[in-house]
């Protein structure tokens, strides 16, 4: 899928249906599920510095947050605070405070501001839903434009959704599928252990649903 297509197809999904992935995602990462204040985050990470973080809201909302560490937008290595807290503007605050002054994770580090001491999570990329719609936040879409970066490819949206299958079908066929493309399997024996073990996973969160 190229990344407008990603996109799209994140917006067509029920946000049921992604928490559903969201929850899966989570699991085969071996990410413990986190609850702070008003939200559940849920998490994936790829093991090498990416990583796609979603926080469900209570009131129905939600906040996304997409990392690629070998990104222009990767902003661990310029410790400008004012410039990652740009990226979540036009983003609630409401959100925005699920990801301000918490404790790091491997997932989504810290930058701290040098005058306040007040923290907020590294960010390449900020999508949030309003409880009907996603949106882009503002401020990301602003530097970029200013940038002429690549908004979805360089906020690592596309490369850290890509697992999620959206706007395809998300069973434990299709993910053993994908994972066959890219040569997982060294026979089919481990294919079909592997099939198994997805179908235990996902039953447990089908039955969550």
Not at 87 to 106: C, T
Request: negative net charge; aromatic residues 12%.
């Amino acid at each position: 899928m190229n990344n407008a297509t990603t996109w799209n197809a994140l917006a067509a999904t029920p946000l049921p249906e992604v928490r559903r992935r969201a929850a899966v995602m989570n699991e085969l990462a071996e990410v413990a599920p986190v609850t702070v204040p008003g939200a559940d985050r849920l998490a994936w990470n790829d093991r090498g510095g990416q990583s796609a973080v979603w926080y469900f809201a209570e009131d129905g909302r939600a906040l996304l947050l997409t990392f690629d560490h070998e990104s222009d937008l990767n902003l661990y290595a310029e410790e400008d605070y004012d410039l990652q807290e740009s990226f979540y503007k036009g983003a609630p605050e409401s959100l925005v405070a699920l990801v301000r002054d918490q404790p790091e994770n491997y997932e989504s580090l810290n930058l701290t501001d040098p005058g306040t001491g007040r923290t907020i999570h590294y960010a390449g990329g900020v999508f949030w839903y309003d409880g009907t719609r996603w949106h882009v936040a503002d401020g990301l879409t602003e530097y970029c434009e200013s940038e002429g970066a690549n908004l979805f490819a360089d906020s690592g949206f596309n490369y850290c959704l890509g697992s999620y299958l959206f706007g395809q079908d998300f069973t434990p066929e299709a993910i053993v599928a994908a994972r066959d493309k890219d040569f997982r399997y060294e026979d089919e024996e481990q294919k079909e252990a592997d099939l198994l073990t997805l179908r235990e996973v996902f039953a447990r969160h089908d039955q969550a649903h």
